[in-house]
């Protein structure tokens, strides 16, 4: 059962949950039946749908939503995955922008499949047909949270255009199976919440809890100007599990002007989501300096006491990126303290979306793209894109041979990747192309270029998620680790020129450990 809510209301009957459904959350798109005027990610783009009215592109009218085509005989549909497992308590249909063009009706199913296999999936019914007004938010609250789910299937009756879909829960976090192993008690990924932020004015505080470093400052928290002395402004995160506070991260990165001057870290207990008025804090980081564009480590007091929530104040106003607390949870033995900084001794990126753009210094994204020569083939029943990737063959005395071959490749054991080991191919580049079954959502991509004596340069190294509609082409010489597959075996094409010289066909070299945040995927 459910409730239509005035969209004014989310924040009093819902906003103690999250966004499951966000892109920053690390969910996709994995299926859609129909998306010709607008793609469905921008369904879950967490900033606000724009308008542009009289801008427009191939298909028509440029929308900011997902827009299907007309006069569909039975419904579209959309499936995302969530970017972490969680309960459902609520949704926002919004279809802001869409004045006559918007979905006339909706409804929402959801799954709980661990390996992937939608085929095999069970779906439910979690919010029944529902009406959709033009250029609107259509809010619902559930009688009752749902089962744990890892995906959700929006209906879109019978065509038309949805901007934005939120899917309020919370998430349900899988520990590790080790009690006393090390883990960001705040992180959103293990259920960890911002529950109150005294200020909001720029970004919410849910941010500092988001997966990866961010893009930018609007991917942080960050308060207004204050005028009034000895201000402060804080949140109050709800940990994800009752433990032990051992080492504070903050991270600043992108705030250069805007940082806060002092930091202080308090922490209670209560059963409350938001502790009462009446709650002792416990202050276990006195007001300490911060910095712009940069990770600072503070080592916590009263590491042998265990909290449930946790305030982080900034002095006066400003705002940072994200705040790690890092420790164990209750129960746990205590590791040797003070507990290294986490992220200090390695190395760290968080792979991006790949596009021509961002890969250009490394090679070739193979998609069928529009800014390449483009002509009818197939009797018009098709389009050709010409040279979408640079095969190159630079061999001495010709000696390197085509060779077409298939990588079958198992995925990776472990996330957050750890990039030990780099190859190049010298005189060669090197084209792989997804051969999927449909159970393949994208793979990883990690590459550098060149230091001036040929070895990797690791201030260049990028990682991308290629999804499995992109092939990739290392251009020659380039650092690149080899094929990483994500969540299920695939099969790629590979084309390389090779002569069989091992030191010419492929040359290794091991490099200081590279940590990669994969956001939006999983090990099974």
């Given at each position: 059962?459910?409730?239509?809510?005035?969209?004014?209301?989310?924040?009093?009957?819902?906003?103690?949950?999250i966004d499951l459904a966000s892109s920053a959350m690390g969910s996709t798109i994995v299926a859609v039946t129909d998306e010709f005027f607008a793609p469905a990610t921008n369904m879950i783009n967490p900033a606000p749908p724009v308008h542009c009215p009289g801008k427009f592109i191939d298909t028509g009218a440029w929308m900011d939503g997902w827009e299907?085509?007309?006069?569909?005989?039975?419904?579209?549909?959309?499936?995302?995955?969530?970017?972490?497992?969680?309960?459902?308590?609520?949704?926002?249909?919004?279809?802001?922008?869409?004045?006559?063009?918007?979905?006339?009706?909706?409804?929402?199913?959801?799954?709980?499949?661990?390996?992937?296999?939608?085929?095999?999936?069970?779906?439910?019914?979690?919010?029944?047909?529902?009406?959709?007004?033009?250029?609107?938010?259509?809010?619902?609250?559930?009688?009752?949270?749902?089962?744990?789910?890892?995906?959700?299937?929006?209906?879109?009756?019978?065509?038309?255009?949805?901007?934005?879909?939120?899917?309020?829960?919370?998430?349900?976090?899988?520990?590790?199976?080790?009690?006393?192993?090390?883990?960001?008690?705040?992180?959103?990924?293990?259920?960890?919440?911002?529950?109150?932020?005294?200020?909001?004015?720029?970004?919410?505080?849910?941010?500092?809890?988001?997966?990866?470093?961010?893009?930018?400052?609007?991917?942080?928290?960050?308060?207004?100007?204050?005028?009034?002395?000895?201000?402060?402004?804080?949140?109050?995160?709800?940990?994800?599990?009752?433990?032990?506070?051992?080492?504070?991260?903050?991270?600043?990165?992108?705030?250069?002007?805007?940082?806060?001057?002092?930091?202080?870290?308090?922490?209670?207990?209560?059963?409350?989501?938001?502790?009462?008025?009446?709650?002792?804090?416990?202050?276990?980081?006195?007001?300490?300096?911060?910095?712009?564009?940069?990770?600072?480590?503070?080592?916590?007091?009263?590491?042998?006491?265990?909290?449930?929530?946790?305030?982080?104040?900034?002095?006066?106003?400003?705002?940072?990126?994200?705040?790690?607390?890092?420790?164990?949870?209750?129960?746990?033995?205590?590791?040797?303290?003070?507990?290294?900084?986490?992220?200090?001794?390695?190395?760290?990126?968080?792979?991006?979306?790949?596009?021509?753009?961002?890969?250009?210094?490394?090679?070739?994204?193979?998609?069928?793209?529009?800014?390449?020569?483009?002509?009818?083939?197939?009797?018009?029943?098709?389009?050709?894109?010409?040279?979408?990737?640079?095969?190159t063959n630079a061999f001495p005395n010709n000696s390197g041979n085509l060779n077409l071959c298939v990588y079958h490749c198992r995925p990776a054991k472990e996330l957050p990747f750890k990039v030990k080991l780099l190859e190049r191919h010298p005189y060669s580049s090197q084209q792989f192309i997804p051969m999927t079954d449909g159970s393949t959502r994208?793979?990883?991509?990690?590459?550098?270029?060149?230091?001036?004596?040929?070895?990797?340069?690791?201030?260049?190294?990028?990682?991308?998620?290629?999804?499995?509609?992109?092939?990739?082409?290392?251009?020659?010489?380039?650092?690149?680790?080899?094929?990483?597959?994500?969540?299920?075996?695939?099969?790629?094409?590979?084309?390389?020129?090779?002569?069989?010289?091992?030191?010419?066909?492929?040359?290794?070299?091991?490099?200081?450990?590279?940590?990669?945040?994969?956001?939006?995927?999983?090990?099974?």
């Amino acid at each position: 059962m459910h409730k239509r809510i005035d969209h004014n209301d989310i924040n009093a009957q819902l906003g103690q949950c999250i966004d499951l459904a966000s892109s920053a959350m690390g969910s996709t798109i994995v299926a859609v039946t129909d998306e010709f005027f607008a793609p469905a990610t921008n369904m879950i783009n967490p900033a606000p749908p724009v308008h542009c009215p009289g801008k427009f592109i191939d298909t028509g009218a440029w929308m900011d939503g997902w827009e299907t085509k007309r006069h569909n005989a039975g419904y579209d549909w959309c499936i995302i995955k969530l970017g972490f497992a969680g309960v459902i308590r609520g949704f926002d249909i919004d279809t802001s922008y869409f004045t006559g063009n918007q979905a006339p009706a909706a409804s929402v199913e959801a799954t709980f499949c661990s390996d992937n296999d939608l085929d095999k999936a069970q779906w439910s019914e979690i919010l029944p047909r529902v009406d959709l007004p033009p250029s609107c938010h259509n809010a619902f609250v559930l009688d009752s949270p749902t089962k744990v789910c890892t995906h959700v299937r929006i209906n879109n009756y019978p065509d038309g255009g949805i901007a934005r879909f939120r899917v309020y829960g919370q998430v349900t976090p899988l520990w590790p199976k080790g009690a006393s192993e090390v883990v960001d008690l705040a992180y959103v990924g293990n259920g960890g919440r911002v529950v109150y932020a005294t200020d909001e004015h720029y970004a919410p505080g849910n941010n500092i809890l988001l997966p990866g470093r961010g893009a930018n400052a609007d991917d942080g928290w960050q308060t207004k100007r204050s005028r009034v002395p000895d201000h402060s402004d804080f949140a109050v995160i709800r940990l994800g599990d009752k433990g032990h506070i051992l080492k504070m991260e903050l991270d600043t990165s992108h705030f250069c002007g805007n940082y806060p001057n002092r930091i202080k870290l308090e922490a209670t207990n209560s059963d409350a989501e938001v502790p009462e008025s009446t709650a002792k804090w416990t202050t276990l980081v006195e007001p300490s300096s911060t910095g712009p564009n940069g990770l600072f480590y503070f080592d916590p007091a009263h590491t042998d006491k265990v909290f449930t929530h946790a305030r982080i104040t900034i002095l006066p106003d400003g705002g940072f990126k994200r705040v790690r607390l890092y420790g164990v949870r209750q129960g746990a033995a205590l590791p040797s303290l003070p507990l290294a900084a986490p992220n200090a001794p390695k190395r760290s990126v968080v792979a991006e979306p790949l596009t021509a753009e961002e890969y250009a210094p490394y090679g070739e994204v193979i998609e069928a793209r529009k800014n390449v020569n483009i002509t009818g083939a197939n009797q018009g029943t098709a389009e050709k894109f010409h040279h979408v990737a640079k095969v190159t063959n630079a061999f001495p005395n010709n000696s390197g041979n085509l060779n077409l071959c298939v990588y079958h490749c198992r995925p990776a054991k472990e996330l957050p990747f750890k990039v030990k080991l780099l190859e190049r191919h010298p005189y060669s580049s090197q084209q792989f192309i997804p051969m999927t079954d449909g159970s393949t959502r994208g793979y990883l991509v990690v590459v550098a270029l060149n230091n001036p004596d040929g070895s990797p340069d690791l201030n260049t190294l990028k990682a991308f998620i290629a999804s499995s509609k992109q092939g990739i082409s290392y251009r020659r010489g380039v650092w690149h680790h080899p094929m990483i597959a994500l969540e299920n075996e695939t099969d790629f094409a590979c084309l390389v020129h090779e002569n069989g010289v091992p030191n010419d066909d492929c040359q290794e070299t091991n490099v200081d450990e590279v940590v990669v945040q994969v956001p939006g995927y999983h090990t099974f």
